[in-house]
């Protein structure tokens, strides 16, 4: 591998680490505005709930025409795997998996033409499922949030 083709490697993991930070960030932000929802009910299309899904799906369904078609891995400093999944014609395509740094699944679900479709799953750092989520091309169809037993 030559220097700028590892630089532009390291470039791309720097980005998706983003990424997941700021999925993680607005999934937590979900959350928080639902339960503030049973506490104080509002309409059921609150904006900001709209504007949360909505960077959910921008997301999760980016393109990405630079990378060769195949498998795709990212990996933490420690090399514990982070993410993996396909890309075919520059977008996600099948099951795609998403690791806590210590190993433990955090989301697994699938793409199909670079959008989330079907059953996508959720897991706390020590692998208990935390939510389900339902998607038909791109668009979330139900969600239901577990918890976690450390949320007791």
């Known amino acids: 591998m030559t220097k700028e083709e590892d630089e532009s490697r390291r470039?791309?993991?720097d980005i998706e680490n983003e990424m997941h930070e700021m999925h993680d960030l607005a999934m937590e932000i979900k959350?928080?505005?639902e339960e503030n929802e049973a506490i104080n009910p509002k309409k059921k299309e609150d904006k900001e709930s709209r504007d949360v899904d909505e960077f959910l799906k921008r997301q999760w369904s980016t393109d990405w025409d630079d990378r060769e078609d195949g498998l795709w891995e990212m990996f933490y400093d420690n090399d514990q795997i982070e993410e993996r999944g396909n890309i075919k014609d520059g977008k996600a395509v099948g099951?795609?998996?998403s690791f806590h740094e210590n190993g433990q699944l955090d989301e697994r679900g699938n793409f199909k033409d670079g959008e989330l479709n079907g059953l996508w799953e959720g897991f706390d750092e020590e692998g208990n499922l935390i939510y389900t989520e339902d998607w038909k091309d791109g668009e979330l169809i139900?969600?239901?949030w577990i918890g976690s037993p450390s949320d007791d």
Do not use: D, H, P
């Open 95 to 97: 099951l795609w998996e």
């Open 11 to 13: 470039r791309s993991i």
């Open 142 to 144: 139900s969600e239901n």
């Open 31 to 33: 959350k928080a505005l």
